[in-house]
T-cell receptor, first 116, second 114 residues
Framework: AQKITQTQPGMFVQEKEAVTLDCTYD???????LFWYKQPSSGEMIFLIY??????QNATEGRYSLNFQKARKSANLVISASQLGDSAMYFC?????????????FGTGTRLTIIP | DTEVTQTPKHLVMGMTNKKSLKCEQH?????MYWYKQKAKKPPELMFV???????INESVPSRFSPECPNSSLLNLHLHALQPEDSALYLC?????????????FGPGTRLTVT
């Protein structure tokens, strides 16, 4: 079974609209961390936001927020007021056994295109 | 400063060549990683170094040989590669102690094997 599932291969969104990128995960470990990364066409993976499994509140970082629904095992990324520079590939990733295990499992990614 | 640098940016090599990829970070991170990424795919973990010791090797062929000379540097030595090894090679680093432990990536080396 896939540990991280991103069901949207591609999305087109009008500039200034909000966008939600879906991510579901599968783990039996009670301790884990969830990450979102952005990869522009230049290739560099840019860390956006983190959610720990024991965090009580949804994470926010500027225009990025994470809609964490633990019971549903989902960790959707919300980008508010999208900008042209948000066009990129977005990867959801999970690290199980939060500390001491450095292995990240990535989803297949969602390619987001912002339309002017 | 959250910068990870990688050299070279682009590399073209023949199947009989020997070359090296270099990665450097000055964030005091004690974990460093090599990933391979094919087009339109997520990164695949190759190696992890923790405190300058190899802690994870994801069954990578021996034609890829990692080296961690010190806590700031990570090399990937390449020898007798195959055309299917053409890919973007990403280096990353992270803290090992408490905290989020997010990985910071370099810009990558685009490798073409001819």
């Amino acid at each position: 079974a896939q540990k991280i599932t991103q069901t949207q291969p591609g999305m087109f969104v009008q500039e200034k609209e909000a966008v939600t990128l879906d991510c579901t995960y599968d783990t039996s470990d009670p301790s884990y961390g969830l990450f979102w990364y952005k990869q522009p066409s230049s290739g560099e993976m840019i860390f956006l936001i983190y959610q720990g499994s024991y965090d009580q509140q949804n994470a926010t970082e500027g225009r990025y927020s994470l809609n964490f629904q633990k019971a549903r095992k989902s960790a959707n990324l919300v980008i508010s007021a999208s900008q042209l520079g948000d066009s990129a590939m977005y990867f959801c990733a999970m690290r199980e056994a939060n500390f001491g295990n450095e292995k990240l499992t990535f989803g297949t990614g969602t390619r987001l295109t912002i339309i002017p | 400063d959250t910068e990870v640098t990688q050299t070279p940016k682009h590399l073209v090599m023949g199947m009989t060549n020997k070359k090296s990829l270099k990665c450097e970070q000055h964030m005091g991170h004690r974990a460093m990683y090599w990933y391979k990424q094919k087009a339109k795919k997520p990164p695949e973990l190759m190696f992890v170094y923790s405190y300058e010791k190899l802690s994870i090797n994801e069954s990578v062929p021996s034609r890829f040989s990692p080296e961690c000379p010190n806590s700031s540097l990570l090399n990937l030595h390449l020898h007798a590669l195959q055309p299917e090894d053409s890919a973007l090679y990403l280096c990353a680093s992270s803290q090992l102690t408490s905290g989020r432990g997010e990985q910071y990536f370099g810009p990558g080396t685009r490798l073409t094997v001819t």
